[in-house]
């Protein structure tokens, strides 16, 4: 079983996961309190577990067996995981943007850096960036992503970021196209940052979404 620690249970582990030889959850947190001693299992009486789309007590999850879990501990202003269990399963998608201001613009949009091809990098890393959201912002469903699209255009010294995101699921994926959009503009600057120390990056922010009760929304 993977166990995915978040906040203080990071924290207090020292580590993003562990695999552990488990079959249930209660079973697999006994063996990480062995395993990371006092601290964790302290942190661990204020923790819920969350497995699929489900946040459970640490009671009332420890017969429940799994290939995975996050451990999350509270957050501030009793903070939880929205119970998206009654909702209709529909084609969803979401489109994010941003933008780079760079001298080096053409450089990179040519792959003329010394780093490489900037544009490649950037791609897949705002793919990744995606798939990842769930580990890397608390209370985020794991959703099911079909297409994952990062495009670059260029006017001038600006290059605009632009992600699409389409699946079928209960919730939208508004936070991995923000997050695709964000990571892919960060690892331009990475690529770049030797030629152009003045680089700057805004106007993160949502395009259009739909499915879902909603509907459509466009900016």
């Known amino acids: ?48 577990v969350v497995i699929g789309d489900e946040q459970f007590s640490i009671d ?39 933008r780079l201001m760079s001298s080096v613009a053409a450089r990179i949009m040519s792959g003329e850096l010394p780093k490489g091809d900037a544009l490649e990098t950037a791609r897949i890393a ?32 600006v290059i605009s970021i632009r992600t699409t995101i389409r699946g079928v699921d209960r919730t939208g994926f508004e936070i991995e196209a923000l997050t695709a959009a964000s990571v892919a503009a960060l690892t331009l600057y990475d690529m770049a940052k030797s030629e152009d120390a003045a680089m700057s990056i805004d106007s993160l922010r949502l395009e259009s ?5 909603s509907g459509e929304w466009r900016r």
Do not use: Q, W, Y
């Open 60 to 98: 009332a999850a420890a017969g429940i067996e799994a290939d995975e879990i996050a451990v999350l501990p509270p957050l501030s202003g009793g903070a939880r995981m929205a119970d998206v269990s009654d909702k209709d399963e529909t084609p969803r998608e979401a489109v994010a943007s941003c």
């Open 126 to 157: 705002g793919i990744l960036a995606a798939k990842r959201v769930p580990e890397l912002i608390p209370l985020c469903h794991p959703v099911r992503m079909n297409h994952v699209d990062v495009a670059f255009e260029r006017d001038g010294d």
């Open 1 to 48: 079983m993977r166990l995915r620690f978040f906040a203080a249970a990071r924290e207090a582990t020292g580590t993003r996961n562990v695999d552990l030889d488990a079959r249930t959850v209660g079973e697999a947190l006994k063996v990480a309190c062995e395993l990371f001693g006092p601290r964790f299992e302290d942190v661990l009486t204020h923790c819920t």
């Open 209 to 213: 979404k739909s499915g879902g009760k």
